[in-house]
């Protein structure tokens, strides 16, 4: 009866069906123009920045004829670790870049595209440290300059106030510290604490590649003062392990939102700006989708003339300005974003565990070529990615969890910890018939602003998955290949 009806009644069938479109319509323009909900993250955010054990507050001055930057920094350190502290260890790698024996600019692969005009000065000048407001002696310990050890013992639950005052001076280059391109760069530059574990600072030797850094997250504030005409981009206003900043003169700006986090992206040239918005906020929402939310209040990503791929602290990415010109760029993409859940949601010590990071990112990379272009997309990258490095002879005695001075040069860092490190994550995804996404997001959840060892996560995983991971981290972690 109903079919005869609808055939006896076409423009009963046309009203109707034009009916439930436009209701449709009304269904999906009303689900798009709600905002994204993070209330979770948002509360999450708030309450572990008040428990975190170090507060910053860090006022810059950036002066650019002399090409210096003033800091003054107050911190707020707690010992809430078991042992009482003998003195207190700051880092900074600002002092590395004073002599080309020991400026990570300065290798051979980086010297021409970091030091544009041959090699540039750049140090930090230490002015004076305060503890409770006296005077305190001070000074580095390592011969590149880069802990600075701070006379004043901390007992086990004492507080200490901290100020201290320095001259950042700013060399010509395209490194981590260093101004070129209208475009001045601070990246693991201001002084922090460093870790304390096992009665000890853990400040491993200085190592030029990677990311050889190991902080706690603290919640820093940081102010700046620059003449007109330049901008500060900073990152996170809040939780991290690395307070870091640009700052900018005559770039573009485009805005948008992801999952309900603000996004900014700069690029000297409009029109890029806008088209690494686009992709950026895809690929945050492709990612939290996997991998849950970004317990972030913003996000900052910079297009420069850069001497690497990509650097990420919390709320900040810095990226080539040629970036969208390559042939995968949305992966590229997609890993240094990737960077703002694996190192600024959990940390890691980057001297010893780098694969956690660096492995990660390229899994979520992969992760988002599937979700955005399909499986064959992702088994190309695999290919050309991972599967090429497990076959390419390294010419170095070094594996995916090799500490980061046995490496000879970022090529093959790049190819030890990022890319055999994700073999081995996707073999753990087989081992575990396909959770490891579930198990990653799990993780973040568990330890946000926390740092996170290569033993807590195997013991995390065998417990999640039922399965026993260390035959597989002891096969692609820790086995040399390249016989």
């Not at 109707?16 to 999450?44: E, M």
């Not at 870049?97 to 000048?125: K, W």
């Amino acid at each position: 009866m109903k079919k005869c009806c609808i055939i006896k009644r076409p423009r009963l069938l046309a009203l109707t069906c034009a009916l439930i479109l436009i209701g449709a319509l009304i269904v999906l323009r009303f689900a798009r123009t709600q905002p994204y909900d993070r209330s979770q993250a948002d509360l999450l955010y708030q309450e572990r920045a008040a428990e975190l054990p170090v507060r910053g507050e860090i006022t810059l001055r950036w002066l650019p004829e002399e090409q210096i930057a003033a800091v003054t920094e107050s911190l707020t350190l707690v010992n809430t670790t078991e042992s009482d502290w003998p003195d207190i260890a700051l880092r900074t790698y600002a002092g590395a870049y004073a002599l080309e024996e020991t400026s990570p600019a300065a290798l051979d692969e980086f010297y021409d595209e970091a030091y544009p005009d041959d090699f540039a000065y750049g140090d930090i000048e230490l002015e004076g440290v305060w503890a409770d407001g006296a005077i305190t002696n001070a000074g580095f310990s390592d011969e590149a300059r880069t802990v600075l050890r701070i006379s004043h013992p901390l007992r086990v639950g004492e507080m200490v106030h901290l100020t201290l005052r320095c001259r950042l001076f700013i060399p010509v280059s395209r490194h981590r510290l260093g101004i070129s391109d209208n475009a001045v760069r601070l990246l693991h530059m201001l002084p922090t604490p460093c870790v304390f574990e096992n009665g000890a600072w853990q400040a491993p030797a200085y190592a030029t590649f990677g990311e050889p850094f190991y902080a706690p997250f603290g919640s820093y504030l940081i102010h700046v003062e620059a003449p007109e005409g330049w901008q500060a981009v900073c990152s996170a206003q809040g939780p991290s392990s690395a307070p870091s900043l640009v700052l900018l003169n005559g770039y573009a700006v485009r805005t948008g939102t992801a999952s309900g986090i603000p996004i900014s992206v700069y690029a000297r040239d409009a029109a890029d700006a806008g088209k690494l918005l686009r992709a950026a906020s895809d690929i945050v929402n492709r990612l939290t989708t996997a991998l849950g939310d970004l317990p972030t209040n913003t996000l900052s990503l910079c297009a420069l003339p850069y001497f690497t791929e990509a650097e990420s602290v919390t709320g900040l990415v810095l990226v080539r300005d040629d970036l969208t010109q390559g042939d995968a760029w949305e992966s590229d993409l997609a890993f240094a974003l990737a960077g703002q859940w694996f190192g600024g949601v959990t940390g890691v010590d980057g001297f010893h565990d780098a694969w956690l990071n660096e492995a990660s990112r390229q899994w979520a990379a992969l992760r988002y070529v599937g979700l955005a272009s399909g499986s064959a997309a992702r088994e190309t990258l695999i290919e050309s990615e991972i599967d090429a490095a497990m076959r390419e002879n390294l010419h170095a005695a070094v594996t995916a969890g090799s500490p980061a001075d046995f490496f000879p040069s970022a090529n093959v860092y790049r190819a030890a910890v990022r890319a055999r490190g994700c073999a081995f994550l996707i073999a753990a995804d087989t081992l575990s018939q396909g959770r490891l996404d579930a198990f990653l997001r799990e993780e973040l959840a568990r330890y946000p602003f926390e740092n996170l060892s290569r033993t807590q996560w195997a013991e995390d995983f065998n417990a999640f998955t039922g399965t026993d991971i260390a035959p597989l981290m002891l096969d692609y972690l820790d086995t040399y290949i390249n016989e």
